[in-house]
């Protein structure tokens, strides 16, 4: 049985919340209504961050994280080491290795990972970027960081290969983090020894 609103406007709003991941209708509900509760200038912040986020946001030049500005704050910081770079799918694995405290080297940012099933190519991702920054000469080593799945493996194979005969050593996280585990839900002392503990591509799969 469909449920029946009071009122066309808090209907639109629960629709518009329960679009959200993990947010089913019974939640979308009680957001709703605690926001009809609250201040009208609450919800106008509310609603002018939102908005913000998706207008103003920008991604870095260098590494394509989110950020305020043209240039990231991690890129921008002359304190970071600019020789090792580490390669994430996406901004919560950037936010996930740095809660570790365990690295102070530069990230970049594919936007997302190979997988032929999702109709996502080496095309749609940022990997030729990645390729550019070794050949500028400033990278000593790349880290392979990416989730431990088949599509995340498959990957990090593509860009070993595209990034052979280069002068840049290209090495992997430890397997600390269980096979088939996204890497954002690893937790911070696993994630910061696989990271201490890395160990060269070509040794971690049979060429």
Do not use: W
């Not at 913000?52 to 991690?74: E, F, G, Q």
């Not at 936007?111 to 095309?123: A, L, V």
């Not at 550019?132 to 990957?155: F, H, P, Q």
Request: a negative charge; glycine letters at 8%; one cysteine or more.
């Amino acid at each position: 049985m469909n449920q029946r609103y009071p009122s066309t406007l808090l209907e639109n709003a629960v629709n518009e919340l329960s679009s959200l991941p993990g947010i089913g209708r019974k939640t979308a509900l009680r957001l709703a209504l605690y926001m009809l509760k609250r201040d009208a200038s609450y919800v106008e912040n509310f609603t002018a961050a939102l908005t913000a986020l998706r207008t103003d946001v920008k991604y870095c030049r260098v590494c394509h994280n989110i950020s305020d500005h043209d240039l990231c704050l991690i890129c921008a910081n002359p304190q970071r080491n600019r020789s090792v770079v580490c390669v994430v799918e996406s901004i919560k694995e950037v936010m996930a290795i740095e809660n570790t405290g365990q690295f102070n080297g530069l990230y970049h940012v594919l936007g997302g990972r190979i997988s032929p099933i999702e109709g996502i190519g080496p095309g749609d991702l940022q990997i030729e970027s990645l390729v550019d920054r070794v050949k500028a000469g400033e990278v000593d080593e790349v880290i392979l960081a990416l989730s431990t799945t088949m599509d995340g493996d498959m990957t990090n194979f593509f860009i070993h290969r595209k990034l052979t005969g280069l002068d840049v050593q290209v090495t992997v996280i430890a397997r600390g983090v269980s096979i088939g585990d996204e890497l954002e839900y690893a937790d911070e002392v696993t994630l910061g020894r696989s990271i201490l503990n890395r160990t060269r591509f070509s040794d971690s799969v049979k060429m």
